[in-house]
């Protein structure tokens, strides 16, 4: 039997029995894709490494308590864990903080005008998730960039479907207004 | 703004916000098994007691309370004692009855009697 065939429930009931090569398993299939989400949550690589080093705390700790009777799926309590643990984060910023922006991974054929050029972009792409009420924040990152269902996603933010489905419409909207206004400044300082 | 130009900015950051996750951080994430002990199954977080215990005494007290209600002996005693004394009033009321129907025509007759004097 595959190691795919293991369900990450599975796992989880043995990492309660203290199985490190379960831990082990667990880490490497969610450790990159819940990294980006925390990472695009908080804006901030480092935080962002904080998050999952403490989410990952918590799945070794708590995992004797993992009861398969409730049927959780694992990714979904796991998104869970992350977006209270990022929020945790957020409230204990200052208002003052400069948080650590991402460095863009560049490719080896970009010029560097292009590299600074999608900085640019991406820095106000963030900056108008940033601007977005959180829920909506979630509900776009959650359903876009993870690639989460309505379903999925509605579950992970404890909300109903059809809230769901507002937060985004809302999301793309909002988004779409402040990139909008942000190019139009950008011209008339420009020009 | 329209949805492809959106859609596009977008994508354009998905791929300029997913960093890979660092060696330094595996390693973290990967020693907390050495470093930190295990939660136990048994809890002392009185949250975790009160969610245990209040459906289980609720329903033993609901089983209680039944059980005292229906299954005392001493009431469906008392219960036969009075069905048995109300057939028994049953069967005096029958007999007034019968008694009632064999003066019946003698009774019908003194009315008739009284009727026609008036």
């Known amino acids: 039997m595959g190691t795919d065939a293991i369900t990450d429930e599975d796992l989880m009931l043995r990492i309660g029995d203290g199985d490190q090569t379960a831990y082990g398993m667990l880490v490497d299939r969610h450790l990159s894709q819940n990294l980006g989400y925390a990472t695009k949550v908080l804006g901030n690589v480092s935080e962002a490494e904080e998050v999952m080093q403490e989410a990952f705390i918590r799945v070794w700790k708590h995992a004797s308590r993992w009861d398969p009777a409730r049927k959780t799926r694992f990714t979904t309590w796991f998104y869970r864990v992350v977006t209270n643990l990022c929020y945790d984060v957020g409230r204990k910023r200052k208002p003052q903080d400069n948080v650590e922006m991402l460095e863009t991974v560049a490719s080896d054929d970009m010029s560097a005008e292009n590299v600074i050029a999608v900085n640019q972009r991406s820095e106000q792409v963030q900056d108008a998730l940033d601007a977005l009420p959180q829920r909506q924040k979630m509900a776009i990152i959650l359903c876009y960039f993870e690639g989460l269902s309505n379903r999925e996603a509605s579950d992970v933010m404890e909300v109903s479907l059809n809230a769901l489905e507002s937060y985004l419409v809302r999301a793309r909207r909002n988004l779409a207004d402040i990139l909008k206004d942000d190019k139009a400044n950008l011209l008339k300082e420009i020009g | ?118």
């Open chain 2, 1 to 118: 703004m329209n949805d492809s130009k959106l859609n596009e900015l977008l994508n354009e950051y998905q791929k300029t916000h997913s960093p890979e996750p660092s060696r330094a951080l595996i390693d973290k994430i990967m020693r907390v098994p050495h470093e930190i002990e295990q939660t136990s199954g048994f809890s002392w977080k009185l949250s975790d007691w009160i969610v245990f215990l209040v459906p289980r005494l609720s329903g033993l007290t609901a089983a209680l309370v039944m059980g005292i209600y229906m299954g005392g002996a001493g009431s469906s005693a008392l219960a036969e004692d009075e069905i048995a004394e109300i057939d028994q009033g049953n069967i005096i009321v029958a007999d007034l009855g019968s008694a009632l129907s064999e003066n019946s025509d003698a009774l019908l007759d003194v009315e008739e009697l009284i009727f026609v004097e008036e």
